[in-house]
């Protein structure tokens, strides 16, 4: 299994709306990554955190932060929420350069 | 930067053979990694290579050239469980994997 847990499953939010999601990876794993996938985009990296630092951050807006607390577990916000925010948002722990352990996914539909 | 490109789409029959292939541009690259993502579900890992050559894992195996930018994955005995998106990624100096946008493979009985 992934050791990645990631709520909500599933949310719908209307345009100008704010979200947050959240991600825990197994106890022990400080390194948590964040993904957007849409059809037309594909897996698309947001932002890294490790040991409460946000280490490396994709070519997204302002509108997406994050952040990580002292016991591993991640937040991710997006505020004002546009119609293309809509796609499934991935949670991954990296036990290894590259290797990547996948949440279930939060998919957020924003109508 | 870095690119990644793949095939959109694969169809093959089940007990046959597929590669899928990917071309990759990317500073600092590291390694070349290929996922597999069920419909609805999250992305597995399923190989990884730094140097080149082919890398054999079961039914699976992956193949690297660093002097080409280029890998495929190699199905063999297909299953119909098989049908699902592979996504080849590529880590440059910051490893973290950039992903192409998968290539969806359906395998027909």
């Known amino acids: 299994k992934a050791g990645v847990t990631q709520t909500p499953r599933y949310l719908i939010k209307t345009r100008g709306q704010q979200v947050t999601l959240s991600c825990s990876p197994i106890?022990?794993?400080?390194?948590v990554s964040w993904y957007q996938q849409t059809p037309g985009q594909g897996l698309q990296f947001l932002f890294e955190y490790f040991s409460e630092t946000q280490r490396n951050k994709g070519n997204f807006p302002g509108r997406f932060s994050g952040r990580q607390f002292s016991n591993s577990r991640s937040e991710m916000n997006v505020s004002t929420l546009e119609l293309g925010d809509s796609a499934l948002y991935l949670c991954?722990?990296?036990?290894?350069?590259?290797?990547?352990?996948f949440g279930e996914g939060s998919r957020l539909t924003v109508l | 930067g870095q690119n990644i490109d793949q095939p959109t789409e694969m169809t093959a029959t089940e007990g046959a053979i597929v590669q899928i292939n990917c071309t990759y541009q990317?500073?600092?690259?590291?390694?070349l990694f290929w996922y597999q993502q069920h419909a609805g579900e999250a992305p597995t890992f399923l190989s990884y290579?730094?140097?080149?050559g082919l890398e054999e894992k079961g039914r699976f195996s992956s193949f690297l050239s660093r002097s080409k930018g280029y890998s495929y994955l190699l199905l063999k005995e297909l299953q119909m469980k098989d049908s699902a998106s592979y996504l080849c990624?590529?880590?440059?100096?910051?490893?973290?994997?950039?992903f192409g946008r998968g290539t969806s493979l359906i395998v027909h009985p």
């Open positions: 990317t500073s600092g690259f590291n390694g």
């Open positions: 106890s022990g794993h400080r390194s």
């Open positions: 290579n730094v140097l080149d």
């Open positions: 990624a590529a880590t440059g100096g910051s490893y973290i994997p950039t």
């Open positions: 991954a722990r990296r036990d290894s350069p590259g290797e990547l352990f």
